[in-house]
Each structure stands twice: as C-alpha cells, then as structure tokens.
T-cell receptor
C-alpha cells in the first residue's frame, strides 16, 4: 500500500517562475515530512523537512507547506533555476518507519 | 570526506547466486539504512541499524540479511538472488535514528538478476 503519493510524475516550469510539487499521504501517524532531491546516477540529497506541529518551513528558495487536515504537503521553489532540474521525492516518517513517494521529475527550462 | 560509499556500482547475478553489497560512512553516524528503488516506486526500506550492534527489519526485508560490522560499515546480503530483486540499492546514514533526521545517501548499486 502506497502511503505516500506524488501524483504528478513530471513538471516543467520556466526559469524564474515558481515550481510547486505536491505530495499526499494516508497515514495520520506520520509526524515528520521530508523532501529529497535526486540527480541521475547519484543518491538522493536532503532538501528540507517539516514536523507535524508546523504548517510551514522555509529555507532560502525552498518552502514546504503542510496541511494536516488534508494530509497534503507541497514544496515551493522560488525562483526556479535550471540547476533545480531533478527528481524530487517526498517522504513521511513515524518512529523508524519512513515511506517515500514515487517522485516527481522537475524540468526547469532556461 | 567521502560521505557514504557503496560497492559495487553495478552487478549482474544469475538466479540463485549470492552476493554482498558493501556500504561505509565516514561521518561517525550512529544509524545506517538499506533501501531499494524500483521504477515507478519510491525508495523502500529493507533493513536499518539504529546503532552499532542492532539491526531491524524495514518495509521489505524478505530475501535479505544485513550485518552492522562496526560503526562505519553496514552490509546487505542476498543469499539466493531472484529476478524480483533486480533494483537499485541505496545505503544511507544519519547521526541518530530520530524521526525526521536527515539521511545521507550513497550513490547506489544497480543490481540485475537474470
């Protein structure tokens, strides 16, 4: 059962515009949410996280929003840059159980 | 600082063969993890080691064994490989196993079982 879903396999945006990546989860026990970025032939790298007691966390160009009632989180990248082109994975954890979404491939066009 | 290293990078096995995937980290992290990634799916946790001397099953442990050799090294063994184990395997480490803790990933091992 996929407890974390990223329903958009791909997203294309223009350089300088906002990228919004979405993620839905089903397990209300999850209490931490993370975003990882992955380039081809490399392992994922951590981007940003949020705990369930918050609804927003910012780090530079990256902001994660959490809507617990809707079991939905989103990652906003503003402004988007060509170097942001990668696969983005959403992950949710409770204790030592971390579940990942299938990923969204972001392409930022110059 | 190499971070998390994995060997080999690529491997082809025949059904029934065995092999061990090696992972090492030089960040003095306490916790280590093994994941597999299949097309159209996210990473799935196979086994983890919250601290040296302990190992626990993750979401998909069947067909695998692990050894936490010391604080630095965490190996994954396939005793009798099956085509369903064709995947990309990632090792990761984190300072602790606290929820939400950032994990550092190795570059992956691409395994094909024929």
């Amino acid at each position: 059962d996929q407890q974390v879903k990223q329903n958009s396999p791909s997203l294309s945006v223009q350089e300088g515009r906002i990228s919004i990546l979405n993620c839905d989860y089903t397990n209300s026990m999850f209490d931490y949410f993370l975003w990882y970025k992955k380039y081809p032939a490399e392992g994922p790298t951590f981007l940003i996280s949020i705990s369930s007691i918050k609804d927003k966390n910012e780090d530079g160009r990256f902001t994660v929003f959490l809507n617990k009632s809707a079991k939905h989180l989103s990652l906003h990248i503003v402004p988007s840059q060509p170097g942001d082109s990668a696969v983005y994975f959403c992950a949710a954890s409770h204790n030592n159980d971390m579940r990942f979404g299938a990923g969204t491939r972001l392409t930022v066009k110059p | 600082n190499a971070g998390v290293t994995q060997t080999p990078k690529f491997q082809v096995l025949k059904t029934g063969q065995s092999m061990t995937l090696q992972c090492a980290q030089d960040m003095n992290h306490n916790s280590m993890y093994w994941y597999r990634q299949d097309p159209g799916m996210g990473l799935r946790l196979i086994y983890y080691s919250a601290s040296e001397g302990t190992t626990d099953k993750g979401e998909v442990p069947n067909g695998y064994n692990v050894s936490r050799l010391n604080k630095r090294e965490f190996s994954l063994r396939l005793e009798s490989a099956a085509p369903s184990q064709t995947s990309v395997y990632f090792c990761a480490s984190s300072e602790t196993s606290s929820p939400g803790e950032e994990q550092y990933f190795g570059p992956g091992t691409r395994l094909t079982v024929t």
